[in-house]
């Protein structure tokens, strides 16, 4: 079974407002993580927020984590141009750390 | 930089011709992966090597075959593709699969075409 869909598929907003996807998991989790990837290139990784935490925050970026609704979303702030790109959940399993990526959102911030 | 190098970046190949992609860690780390990414598809899973052994196939057809000489190096191997075959494949790496929670680092992709 899929995991990590994410939602919106795309989002167009203006710099200096803020970014706001959600991820949604179908099995028991170890983690979850945020990653982001430019046109074309390879992903970087964001933040990894475990099972047993609720909230965590780097920069700009705070995740949140809702295991009872198998939830988790990324809230950038005050977004910049550079900010746009492909963002993905993916979800840490519990057996071997493998990770299961969703579709992604297409986030594009105009200047 | 993430410490994970691709080559080539770019390959356009024909369906009767073999070619491979090589992957590089600098990370010291003791897991490898391939992933493949089409387009409107998530990121799938191909190969996963820990410690030179392949702990992972995806169900891979057999025209892909991967090849881990040591924990630094990962290679795929290509033969006979076909056009659906053509997308971005990932090389990434992780300090060991198994562990509560691990950061797999990216390397910039290869864009296959197959024509």
């Known amino acids: 079974s899929q995991q990590g869909e994410e939602d919106p598929q795309a989002l167009s907003i203006q710099e200096g407002e803020n970014a706001t996807m959600n991820c949604s998991y179908k099995?028991?989790?170890?983690?979850l993580q945020w990653y982001r990837q430019n046109s074309g290139r390879g992903l970087v990784h964001l933040i990894l927020i475990r099972s047993n935490e609720r909230e965590k925050h780097s920069g700009r970026l705070r995740v949140t984590l809702d295991t009872s609704k198998k939830s988790s979303s990324l809230l950038i702030t005050a977004s910049r141009a550079a900010d746009t790109a492909s963002y993905f959940c993916?979800?840490?399993?519990?057996?071997?750390?493998?990770?299961?990526f969703g579709q992604g959102t297409i986030l594009t911030v105009h200047p | 930089e993430t410490g994970v190098t691709q080559t080539p970046r770019h390959l356009v190949m024909g369906m009767t011709n073999k070619k491979s992609l090589k992957c590089e860690q600098h990370l010291g780390h003791n897991a490898m992966y391939w992933y493949k990414q089409s387009a409107k598809k998530p990121l799938e899973l191909m190969f996963v090597y820990n410690f030179k052994e392949q702990t992972e196939n995806n169900s891979v057809p057999s025209r892909f075959s991967p090849e881990c000489p040591n924990s630094s190096h990962l290679f795929l191997h290509l033969h006979t593709l076909q056009p659906e075959d053509s997308a971005l494949y990932l090389c990434?790496?992780?300090?060991?699969?198994?562990?509560?929670?691990?950061?797999?680092?990216f390397g910039p992709g290869t864009r296959l075409l197959v024509l």
């Open positions: 099995t028991s989790i170890n983690n």
């Open positions: 990434a790496s992780s300090q060991q699969t198994g562990l509560a929670q691990e950061t797999q680092y």
């Open positions: 993916a979800a840490g399993g519990t057996s071997y750390g493998k990770l299961t």
